[in-house]
């Protein structure tokens, strides 16, 4: 499968913005998907999951401002993001597996990644 990010793009602080992954060649059905964001010179982050069984997992930093959904019908995976701050600018990238609860938030643990969408929060 393969998985293409989009509605990255500028925003001001407060501001909000819908990323998308879709996947191509495959189906989001019965794997999890995430989403994480790395910024230069550090590692890729964990912003957050829903799983197989439609439950949804959130870093901390974003818990109340971002929420993931899926359509297992379009094999799309969205991440709404509201409130934006100058420190969620980042490349984010989504991610699909079947990572169990515990592993979550370990890139690693992640088969298959699409190639990012950019994200910038700046006045």
């Known amino acids: 499968v393969q998985l293409v990010e989009s509605g990255g793009g500028l925003v001001l602080p407060g501001g909000s913005l819908k990323l998308v992954c879709a996947a191509s060649?495959?189906?989001?059905?019965?794997?999890?998907v995430a989403w994480f964001r790395q910024t230069p010179g550090k590692e890729r982050e964990f912003v957050a999951a829903t799983r197989a069984t439609g439950t949804t997992h959130y870093a901390d930093a974003v818990k109340g401002r971002f929420t993931i959904s899926r359509d297992n019908a379009k094999n799309t995976v969205y991440l709404q993001m509201n409130g934006l701050k100058s420190e969620d600018t980042a490349t984010y990238y989504c991610?699909?597996?079947?990572?169990?609860?515990?592993?979550?938030?370990?890139?690693?643990?992640?088969?298959?990644w699409g190639q990012g969408t950019q994200v910038t929060v700046s006045a």
């Open positions: 991610a699909v597996g079947q990572p169990i609860l515990s592993a979550l938030r370990d890139p690693h643990m992640w088969r298959q």
């Open positions: 060649g495959g189906t989001f059905r019965g794997y999890g």
